[in-house]
């Protein structure tokens, strides 16, 4: 299984779109600024995930929440 997670600051309320097979494991990571573009707005809770069943579902939904029509879809839909 595999994950599409939406990050929320508690610093700035920024959010972060990611994915990853282990979602404890990566939201640990992000908290402890173990994650290169992220390490800056720690810490954060998670807003919303949604599981996949196979890697390119997830990346797609992942590459969708990053664009425009995404964004809005986001901000409407899922926080």
């Not at 920024?14 to 494991?25: C, E, P, R, V």
């Not at 992000?30 to 996949?52: D, L, V």
């Amino acid at each position: 299984m595999y994950f599409v997670y939406i990050l929320q600051s508690k610093q700035d309320e920024s959010f972060y779109i990611g994915m990853t097979a282990d979602l404890k494991k990566r939201f640990a990571e992000h908290n402890n600024g173990r994650s290169k573009y992220s390490a800056t707005k720690k810490p954060f809770k998670i807003a919303w995930y949604g599981c996949f069943e196979t890697k390119k579902k997830a990346l797609d939904f992942e590459r969708y929440l990053k664009s425009s029509s995404g964004f809005a879809f986001r901000n409407k839909h899922l926080i």
